[in-house]
């Protein structure tokens, strides 16, 4: 059973910067492909950002794309979001999502709300 904790969330200023961890525990193994989601009020959960087993492809959503990004420490079993230049938009709740063996595992979330 892969267990996912996402931290790092909380009350950003417009345009400043915020960097979200997930680490995964629980048997993960490194060809599993990991992605970011997000949920905002009202909205329904959409993709971020994911990358691929070696870390060698990315994809982002167009809202985020050159302010956001992802990246994978397999050492430390981790997946970090880097988000710059945050708006009110990205204000959402932001989840870890790892697949592997065709079986989708989800953290509970972490909170990044965008104001002043």
């Known amino acids: 059973q892969v267990t996912l904790v996402e931290s790092g969330g909380g009350l950003v200023q417009p345009g400043e910067s915020r960097r979200l961890a997930c680490r995964a525990s629980g048997g993960t193994c490194r060809s599993n492909e990991r992605s970011w989601y997000r949920q905002a009020p009202g909205k329904e959960r959409e993709l971020v950002a994911e990358?691929?087993?070696?870390?060698?492809?990315?994809n982002y959503a167009d809202s985020v794309k050159d302010r956001f990004t992802i990246s994978k420490d397999n050492s430390l079993n981790k997946l970090n979001l880097q988000m710059n230049s945050l708006t009110s938009e990205d204000t959402a709740v932001y989840y870890c999502?790892?697949?592997?063996?065709?079986?989708?595992?989800w953290g509970k979330g972490t909170l990044v709300t965008v104001g002043s």
């Open positions: 999502h790892v697949r592997q063996h065709g079986i989708n595992y």
């Open positions: 990358i691929n087993w070696n870390g060698r492809t990315t």
